[in-house]
């Protein structure tokens, strides 16, 4: 084997060591939030072994014992050496800040649940749908709302209100909110967003559209609870809102939160969004930050565990009932292609420097 060839292959069985060893802290570190571990030590005052760290987390030693040899190898949480008895342990808060519930936009831990759950979820329906080219039906997917919530929640509840709305329309949509709107969230899953929207901007009027009625319930019950009278929530199809006549025009602001790229009919949903608004409307449609071309996505920072997310959840209940299947990496020029094709002659992208996940198109009838 020449020498260029049998560094090649060093480097790739590296590689696949590294992955290997990743995977498995993806796993470790998912367990880790799951159980409150990193909340659990990050109150601790000082560096502890495996009973102080199980004691704090309530929970059995020898299994927490095992998570921190995990943690330990992996460079999650730092091990002290004791000169006599078990090592001591330390969350470092550098990866606190990353790990624990109340990182709020930057807490990327929540994002380690995903993979584990969508594979314990839709790994075989989606193995099986390689052969056939079969969608897999939302009803495979019975806790991922849930989930989506607590990602939302994590980001809207500082990033919404605070961020995103102010750079919408040069700042110019508050003052609009602040004297009273109609706001339609389309694809609103369990209505975080709307609800956080609704309490921020009292005189304006919100309803939340999905098709999922137990998100729909949910969201329902959570705005009762607030006692919420500018916020109703509808079960409805994105693809049949043009068919209804009561919607014409009746909303000033349409918002689209990562709810495109699901859609099996998303042409005919961005139509819908186009029949909902009034003529000086306008509507904000957030969605993954990509490119539509692989070879475009090569230095995406997570192009991988998108593409991933995507082939165990958004392709495949794309593709339900012959639908388009986009994919959450359909990216920027699908995205202009088909807000054109329905009608949207004003696009324009603007730049979110506190959601490097996504991106902003904001569009005129
Ligand atoms: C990725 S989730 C995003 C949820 C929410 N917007 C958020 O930011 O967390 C996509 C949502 O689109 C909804 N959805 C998919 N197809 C739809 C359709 N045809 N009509 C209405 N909602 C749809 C799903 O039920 C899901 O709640």
Redesign the pocket.
Known sequence: MAAEDSSKRDRFARKMTAILNAGALNLGIAIGYRTGLFDAMETLPEAGDADAMAAAAGLNRRYVEEWLGVMATGGIVELIPTPAGAPHYRLPPEHAAFLCRRADSVNLAVYTQEIPLLTRLALEPVIASFASGAGVP?RCYPEF?GF??E??AAK?ESLLVQRFLPSVNGGRLLERLRRGIRVC?????QG??TRLMAEAFPESRFRG????PE?IAEAAAAAHHRHLTNLSFEV????HLSADPNLKGGFDFVT????IH????PLE?LRGVLHLLAADGLFSMIDIAAESAHQDNLNHSMGPFLYTVSLLH?LP?GLNDGGAGLGMMWGRERALDLLAEAGFSRVEIVEMDFDPFNRHFQCRP
């Not at 559209?209 to 999922?212: E, G, I, V």
């Open positions: 939302y709302q989506m919530n990602l939302a809207h969230d389309l694809g609103r899953g975080v967003a559209f999905d098709l999922d998100a409805r199809d994105a693809a689209a939160f990562d709810a699901d859609q099996s009919r949903a958004c209940v």
